[in-house]
């Protein structure tokens, strides 16, 4: 009897665990889409754009930022340190098409990664 109740007790333990698991990730899945929709309205109607970013070193990058409707300005950006390395015009960026932006980079979401574990499951 007494192994019985044993088991019966690990398994309400194991059932209890899984679903306070499920609950801390169901909470994480809201919490992000809650803040991921918070700063994409922070970022509306702004008149400073990162246009790209690419990583030289740790710390260390080179952006091209948009500042009102057509100024572009190249900085490289350290620790410490910011330092403007030139302007550019609109004329001189190349712009990727929305097909070549999708295929360069294509967007994954929590849902996605979430539906691609369960059907592995």
Request: charged residues 25%; aromatic residues 10%.
């Amino acid at each position: 009897m007494l192994i019985l109740l044993s088991a019966a007790d690990s398994f309400f333990q194991l059932i209890f665990v899984l679903i306070i698991f499920i609950g801390v990730l169901a909470l994480t899945y809201y919490v992000t889409k809650w803040i991921a929709g918070y700063q994409k309205t922070q970022g509306l109607n702004k008149n400073l754009e990162i246009v790209e970013a690419i990583r030289i070193t740790n710390n260390k990058y080179v952006q091209i930022v948009r500042a009102g409707e057509d100024k572009y300005f190249v900085i490289a950006i350290g620790k410490e340190e910011v330092t403007l390395l030139g302007e550019l015009t609109a004329s001189e960026l190349k712009f990727l098409s929305e097909e070549e932006q999708g295929s360069v980079n294509p967007p994954v979401d929590f849902k996605t990664i979430l539906d691609k574990l369960k059907k592995k499951s």
